[in-house]
């Protein structure tokens, strides 16, 4: 996935000069690539930050913690949505009423533990 955000990237900026540079000269492409090439950089880096590292079934809920071992987010679910066997979107109600989604691909975690998940959100949600 990496991979495919660094081509992306690649892309987005080479496409950006080809346009840039036939009608505005070559200081403003170094400018507008260096300024996009930025932008975009940030938001994958911010976008791996932000991946879930682990998930813990507690008695009051869900807790997900990043690859850091810093605890992102912790509540009861209190929304599910689930795409075929793939993708599972939940919402995490947060003690100060603050809701936090929550997208779990089925290849983040072992079919076992996906299919468990899947059944305690759909569970935890009419509840």
Same mark, same amino acid.
Request: proline residues 2%.
């Given at each position: 996935?990496?991979?495919?955000?660094? =081509?992306?990237?690649?892309?987005?900026?080479?496409?950006?000069?080809?346009?840039?540079?036939?009608?505005?000269?070559?200081?403003?492409?170094?400018?507008?690539?260096?300024?996009?090439?930025?932008?975009?950089?940030?938001?994958?880096?911010?976008?791996?930050?932000?991946?879930?590292?682990?998930?813990?079934?507690?008695?009051?809920? =869900?807790?997900?913690?990043?690859?850091?071992?810093?605890?992102?987010?912790?509540?009861?679910?209190?929304?599910?949505?689930?795409?075929?066997?793939?993708? =599972?979107? /939940?919402? /995490?109600?947060?003690?100060?009423?603050? =809701?936090?989604? /929550? /997208?779990?691909?089925?290849?983040?975690?072992?079919?076992?533990?996906?299919?468990?998940?899947?059944?305690?959100?759909?569970?935890?949600?009419?509840?």
């Amino acid at each position: 996935m990496y991979l495919a955000t660094a =081509l992306f990237i690649a892309f987005a900026v080479a496409a950006v000069c080809m346009t840039i540079t036939p009608r505005f000269g070559v200081a403003w492409t170094v400018v507008d690539a260096a300024t996009v090439f930025a932008i975009l950089a940030a938001s994958a880096a911010r976008h791996a930050r932000n991946q879930p590292g682990a998930l813990k079934i507690g008695p009051e809920g =869900l807790s997900v913690w990043n690859r850091a071992g810093i605890l992102r987010a912790q509540g009861r679910i209190v929304g599910c949505s689930q795409c075929s066997d793939s993708l =599972l979107m /939940l919402w /995490l109600d947060e003690d100060g009423g603050k =809701l936090h989604r /929550l /997208l779990i691909a089925a290849d983040m975690a072992e079919r076992g533990a996906f299919r468990e998940i899947a059944v305690l959100a759909r569970h935890s949600a009419r509840v």
